[in-house]
């Protein structure tokens, strides 16, 4: 059947710790949190390469005291979850080692998912909008478009998962029109059995406001 980037990506890091697990003894949920912890500090710097030594300090806290061979930042590294790349820095212009995902994709999912941790039902994704919650961002105009990366993560996942169209959980109209976008921009992701009645209308919507053009 259809596989979604959601699926995808779930393999794709259980694959990974359990590689880790049985090559260097490295527990499952350690690996994810240091997946997580390298997303969090990209999202933090804009969305641009994190410096090597701060990445490196980071993963390595995760799981200290061994030596290069069984690293954790080095099996990261050489098993593909990021890659260095030569970066200057804004500040002083010189260029230094930096620390990124292969796919800005990536690294919008593994945010997005960082933030759904814990979320079980409609509920508790209507409470994570609260002030302080893991989504009270969304509903900010300057926040959703900064976040756009992470917005059209959370309009696969968030159907896949719950059953709720990004669209609504938006109050805003004019960031729902660009949620209308993002799910369209969503939907080769998907998997088909995500696709519920409000799905439909959703999809009406965008036709209404001429979105779909290009389907």
Known sequence: GTVSFDDLMKRRVKKLADKLLHDIDCPREITESAIIS????ISDNKGDPVDKDLAYRQVEALLPGRGVSQSLYYHLHS???F???VSRGARTGQPHLAVRFPYERFSD?????????????????????EVGGPLDWIGDRNQFWARRGICGALSVMLPERYGIELSEIISDSELRDDALGLFLESLPWRNPSSFTKKSNAVLRQSQKLGLDSFL
């Open 38 to 41: 390298l997303a969090k500090a």
């Open 109 to 129: 999912y593994f945010i997005a998912d960082h933030m759904l941790k814990g979320l079980a039902s409609r509920k508790d994704i209507k409470t994570a909008q």
């Open 79 to 81: 098993n593909g979850m």
């Open 83 to 85: 890659v260095e790349v």
